[in-house]
């Protein structure tokens, strides 16, 4: 995983706001959209809900296009999880939250094949108004699934770099003591130093020493 990958910098960001207000706010962090074959790959779906909306009864609907594909639906929920009759049947796991502001799924054991566009609808219908008022949203994710974690060109570069800085502040950190002690029993030396010559000197030839004043 890249170091710095693009994705991952607003995630932090998010991550850091959401640390520091210290209160459990809903953020809708985007999804991964790189998995690796053979491994199972979280499809990350969160659709926040507004204060109204907690009274809602919530159905979620995924579906997955194949590349140059038709949408066709690979899972719902509605009053319990449910799967539904598709290639992806038997490894598709509900990954969501209780409240159901998180409706993620994870796909077990993903192939080559399951690369293409993920999307997520969600709909509420509120419970509690005679007219009923639906809310929808909708989130896509493009997955790409690799044979193998290929170490992109970033995260090396990024590992070099990091390696880099820290033999320099190493090193830095090694000058900079040396550096200091020497300044250090210098100074030492010199003060004993001058302690000595001012008790050595005696105070006639102190006087002396003073450069005289021209006129
Ligand atoms: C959701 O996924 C995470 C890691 O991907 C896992 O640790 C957790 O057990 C999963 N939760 C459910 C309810 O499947
Ligand atoms: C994952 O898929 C591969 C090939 O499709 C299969 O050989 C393997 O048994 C599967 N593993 C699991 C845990 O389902
Ligand atoms: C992958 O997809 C192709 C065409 O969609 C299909 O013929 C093939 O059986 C699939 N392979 C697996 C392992 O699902
Ligand atoms: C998902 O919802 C969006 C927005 O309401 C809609 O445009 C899209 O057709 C829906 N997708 C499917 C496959 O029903």
């Given at each position: 995983?890249?170091?710095f990958?693009?994705?991952?910098?607003?995630?932090?960001?998010?991550?850091?706001?959401?640390?520091?207000t210290c209160?459990?706010v809903?953020?809708?962090?985007?999804?991964?959209?790189?998995?690796?074959?053979?491994?199972?790959?979280?499809?990350?779906?969160?659709?926040?809900?507004?204060r109204?909306?907690?009274?809602?009864?919530?159905?979620?609907?995924?579906?997955?296009?194949?590349?140059?594909?038709?949408?066709?639906?690979?899972?719902?929920?509605?009053?319990?999880?449910?799967?539904?009759?598709?290639?992806?049947?038997?490894?598709?796991?509900?990954?969501?939250?209780?409240?159901?502001q998180?409706?993620?799924?994870?796909?077990?054991?993903?192939?080559?094949?399951?690369?293409?566009i993920?999307t997520?609808?969600?709909?509420?219908?509120?419970?509690?108004?005679?007219?009923?008022?639906?809310?929808?949203?909708?989130?896509?994710?493009?997955?790409?699934?690799?044979?193998?974690?290929g170490?992109?060109f970033?995260?090396?570069?990024?590992?070099?770099?990091?390696?880099?800085l820290?033999?320099?502040?190493t090193?830095?950190?090694?000058?900079?003591?040396?550096y200091?002690?020497?300044?250090?029993?210098?100074a030492e030396?010199?003060a004993?130093?001058?302690?000595s010559?001012?008790?050595?000197?005696?105070s006639?030839?102190?006087?002396?020493?003073?450069?005289?004043?021209?006129?």
């Open positions: 995983m890249p170091v990958s693009p994705s991952l910098v607003p995630a932090s960001l998010v991550l850091l706001f959401w640390v520091s209160a459990p809903c953020v809708e962090v985007p999804s991964e959209t790189e998995a690796v074959q053979g491994t199972p790959m979280k499809l990350r779906c969160i659709s926040c809900m507004k109204e909306e907690v009274e809602a009864s919530t159905v979620v609907e995924w579906f997955y296009r194949p590349e140059g594909g038709k949408d066709f639906l690979i899972y719902e929920y509605r009053n319990g999880h449910q799967e539904v009759e598709s290639p992806f049947q038997g490894r598709l796991q509900w990954n969501g939250s209780k409240d159901l998180d409706v993620s799924i994870t796909v077990l054991n993903i192939t080559l094949n399951d690369s293409g993920y997520c609808n969600v709909s509420r219908e509120f419970e509690f108004e005679a007219h009923r008022p639906f809310v929808k949203t909708s989130q896509q994710i493009p997955l790409r699934v690799t044979e193998e974690a170490e992109d970033t995260s090396v570069v990024s590992e070099i770099m990091m390696y880099i820290l033999v320099f502040l090193l830095w950190l090694l000058i900079e003591m040396v200091c002690y020497r300044k250090v029993s210098k030396e010199a004993q130093e001058n302690a010559d001012y008790l050595a000197v005696p006639e030839n102190k006087e002396n020493s003073v450069v005289p004043v021209e006129e």
